[in-house]
């Protein structure tokens, strides 16, 4: 805390810790703006392929301009710290707004889904594939109106989580990612490709409207193996207490097919 970055960027306090690194509030010097700072473990900045890696991602994330997006503008090797500087979001998660509250009504959720839908729109059109789409992951704060506004995070680390030095660096410790909204093919260490985000959305949408997560195990590889092996059980039938729409438990299941080609082929057929 209060450390230079790069000349640039004053640390003034840490706001999270992940498997890559920390995240902390920063004050650019000149600017007196304030953003947020991924910085990654510095076992990281060692590995050449990983920076030129880091620096790609970060160079196709910055191009990435949607207002329910996160915006990227800057990144930097400064000494042993490798950072990305994003914009700072106020804003509750998604993920702490569904342990607080429960299950949203459909007509609460679809509004939040069909933004997160918008800015994945933008990113795949862009060939861009978020891999680790969740509720810690999507940032919730409000209109003036009172509405949900969304912002999706973590676009372009969750490729680099991938790397085999980022597997040895955290093998040590838990697992990256989150089972829960795994798509089949990326359990399977297949490419993911845009309809993976599709499944993953599909895992959220089915954990904010039965308030409980698609796939459940007594351990991160028993439910990764749930999302190959075990059918769905729809959201009606798990929870029905909740009277969950059955048009909205056929998105949900639909978008959660275990084949690729037999989920929706594109976020804005979802969205629509």
Known sequence: IGRIVDGRYRVLSRIGQGGMGAVYKV???RMAKVAAMNVLHAELATDRDLVKRFRREAEA?????????VQTFDFGQAGDTLYLV???????SLGAILRRD???????????????????????QLGIVHRDLKPENIVVSRNKDGSDFVKVLDFGLAKMRESEALNDITARGSLIGTPYYMSPEQVRSEDPDHRSDIYSLGAVMYRILAGVEPFQGSSPIAVLTKHLTDELVPMRQRQPELDIDVGAEAIVLRAMAKRREDRYQSVEALRE
């Open 86 to 92: 994003m914009e700072f979001v106020r804003g509750e």
């Open 27 to 29: 004050e650019h010097l």
């Open 102 to 124: 429960g299950p949203l009504t459909f007509y609460r959720a679809a509004p939040i889904v069909i933004q997160i839908c918008n800015a994945l729109a933008e990113a795949h």
């Open 61 to 69: 994330v910055s191009r990435l301009t949607h207002p329910n997006l």
